[in-house]
């Protein structure tokens, strides 16, 4: 039996801001150990795989987050790695469809799909893989099959599933019915029947069989994807979807286009821990507590507080006098809040987002291709930026009008072109690029690069940078460095 | 009459942390309007002046702090202001000796000394110049007179003073006692009785009646003064005492020293609005308040929130959900605190201050002589600071055995020497100063330089700086950068 791992790597994750943010949300975040969810996900899903192959859809903006993510991880060939990329989000039924074409398109029909989140969180690996297998089985009967999660609180947060009868495999039953985001009566009367359980997002199919459910309850779907699929190379490892035939694909969810009307179904009672981290507070419950009940990431100090959660960054949090609060710190925004309104926080990346407030959306360390850029210093006269080029990377040959550039190397040595001169600058050696001259920085050694770059001039706007030459397909949208 | 104020300008403030600080205190903080109350406070003190003479007691660590604000103020003849500073902090007692001897020795004893903290709001001028002409006349008569504050609430945090017989001009009258600072129930007697008043720290003494309240009941502090005194050239504008001899002076406030046991004691009711901004909550009284009751300054979002106070810095501050908070952020640490908690954050910088963190003392920002730098990174691998030069300014000849500079000049012509050169950096220029090598900065221009100086090597502690000449007397004692 081929199993094939499907993350879907989306979702903005804006319950958890300012450290998730648009440009780099939830499944990248670090949590208290520096791995992130998309790391640990990407683990699960190489033990899970068969051949080490893994399909990731995820949106073109996120494709070098997660290539560097899974690269780190010894275990991954990345021949095998392939990445589906949205050009827009049209949420899960038209990405999962997408996968299955690809799967069917790599191993055939009875290959089996398991569609996992890259944002949950699953300590107990073992009981993660032996719950995998058993719906493996069952898929590959013809099952749609989904994990139920035990559920061990009345969560209203959650969709339940409610299991009918019990089908020949331990612990898996037929589905009797979705139901929706309970209230908390009812979902206390859904834990006491023991016949329901938390719809985890997570699924198992078989190929065959799913597109036949596609096929038969979203048509429209599956062949708006076909027609997606259609239009690109699909034997290359890194397909970047149409934008416009994208666009064309239903936003629909694959519970309301396939599982909740299909016949063939199943649910496999999970008992592994797991966590959706779908608030501050399920970060909270990550950390173990002093003895005042705070919880603490980083440098704070608490007086005369009790069970707060503090997440800081390289500042300082002192907290004096409060209790339940939460406080998460980041370069350029903190939050506090109530512990019983983090749903707010979500209103307040919407009113960043009304006010176009970069806050929403990027932080002051933005990632590219070839590394990250930390913004150190933005005034009228200056912008001071810090560089990492990793090994083997190139930025763009470009210019600028506005602005002309001096490069200090703290770090390794990088390879510099400054109009037709080519040389390499080592560690504390600098270089001036004058306003419109052509320059190109290249790391050909096997370490990181650090840089710093002072910009002087006018105006320091991304969008004055002219590109020639990108080995990442830059030279036409002209995106940020 | 000649009136000479005299500002005493030291007190820490600690609970106004994380903003004031001990490296950059309460006076010199900014509020809302962009003043500092030391620059409000020597306003108020030219309007009191005779002759535009004022005396400002303080540490010489805050010597060029007033210097600054004193001379951005176009009223002030600076040849006229005189600085006594203090090698170590001695209470009120021994700086207000000093004052008088200074000022015994310009005016005689006839002259009168209006003593006024520095970091004092008082908004309405007029009542205030009015009300210390009347304490000028009450003090020419020999009198010892304090400015009794009109109480409007029954403030545990405040001496009491209570008013004897009246004397003969309006408003004045004999000191029957001064009480400390009152629990809840007895400020509000003292608030129904009519009788007391708030002592707001603030005097109007005759210099040779001072003088001789000083011999009669704390003769050793007069003498300790004297001999401070004496060892100095008192000819010149600013006077730095010898650190050993300052330490013979008592540390004893001018209540304990000479008001409470001297016979010939006077009260002015003062009505003027007086507020000495003894915490955050004080500086929140001075801001309107939005719809919700919230005081803001800076850039906020407030979701579902109350009657918080936010003084939000450069960084976007988010609350959600919460009520009754004092939120305070700054460069390098913020503040959470409850309203009703502002005295605790006095343990937050105590704690700081036993773990030798430097929030606690000095801002991402630091103040010098020549200017200020500020600090934009600080890795394992380089330095960067955006150094401020004022104009006329000369930073000390100096070299770094660890560490390479390079100056890229933003805003400004510099006139730098690099080991045996000399020349002039211009706006979009850098320089390198290799390890070893003798170099200075100088601004001989009449406008504000501004540049990023990225230090490259293994150590950029401010100790590895050997000064060759400083033109700030800091040869000696190697004091950083």
């Given at each position: 039996m081929n199993i094939i791992p499907v993350i879907l790597s989306g979702g903005a994750?804006?319950?958890?801001?300012p450290v998730s943010r648009q440009a780099y949300p939830k499944p990248f975040m670090q949590l208290s150990d520096g791995q992130s969810l998309a790391a640990l996900t990407f683990g699960r899903a190489l033990k899970v795989a068969t051949d080490n192959t893994v399909l990731t859809v995820t949106s073109r903006d996120y494709y070098f987050l997660c290539k560097d993510i899974y690269q780190a991880n010894p275990q991954a060939d990345m021949r095998k790695q392939y990445f589906l990329l949205e050009p827009s989000g049209r949420n899960t039924a038209p990405a999962i469809a997408l996968a299955a074409l690809q799967t069917q398109q790599l191993y055939g029909n009875e290959a089996i799909m398991v569609v996992m989140p890259s944002d949950h969180l699953i300590k107990d690996e073992e009981l993660f893989i032996d719950t995998v297998k058993t719906a493996a089985q069952q898929a590959s009967q013809g099952f749609l099959t989904t994990f139920g999660i035990y559920p061990t609180a009345p969560e209203t947060g959650y969709g339940y599933i409610k299991a009918g009868q019990s089908l020949t495999a331990e612990g898996v039953s037929e589905i009797a019915e979705f139901v929706e985001k309970p209230d908390l009566a009812t979902a206390k009367k859904y834990l006491a029947s023991g016949e329901y359980s938390w719809n985890s997002g997570m699924f198992c199919f078989q190929v065959g069989a799913l597109l036949q459910a596609f096929e038969d309850t979203a048509p429209d779907v599956l062949a708006a994807a076909k027609n997606c699929f259609d239009a690109v190379d699909s034997n290359q490892q890194q397909i970047e979807f149409n934008a416009d035939l994208f666009t064309q694909l239903p936003d629909i969810s694959i519970d309301y286009a396939i599982m909740e009307k299909a016949k063939k179904r199943a649910v496999v009672d999970s008992r592994f821990d797991w966590n959706d981290i779908g608030s501050w507070n399920a970060m909270a419950g990550l950390l173990d507590s002093d003895e005042s009940g705070n919880r603490i990431e980083g440098k704070a100090v608490t007086v005369d507080a009790r069970n707060n959660y503090i997440r800081a960054g390289d500042r300082l949090v002192a907290v004096v006098g409060v209790d339940d609060l939460m406080v998460v710190d980041t370069t350029d925004a903190v939050l506090i809040a109530h512990k019983n309104k983090s749903q707010g926080v979500k209103d307040v990346v919407q009113f960043l987002k009304a006010k176009a407030h970069d806050a929403a959306i990027y932080h002051t360390t933005v990632h590219r291709p070839w590394g990250s850029y930390t913004i150190l210093e933005d005034e009228d006269d200056c912008k001071v930026k810090r560089l990492v080029v990793k090994p083997g990377q190139v930025l763009s040959l470009q210019k600028h009008y506005k602005r002309s550039e001096h490069w200090t190397v703290v770090t390794g040595t990088a390879k510099v072109r400054v109009g037709d001169d080519e040389f390499m600058l080592n560690e504390n050696e600098s270089v001036h690029i004058p306003v419109e001259t052509l320059h190109r920085l290249e790391n050909t050694t096997d370490t990181d690069i650090a840089l710093i770059e002072v910009q002087c001039g006018s105006y320091f706007g991304e969008d004055d940078i002219v590109r020639y030459e990108d080995i990442y397909g830059r030279v036409k949208d002209q995106k940020a460095q």
């Open positions: 994750g804006t319950r958890l801001w």
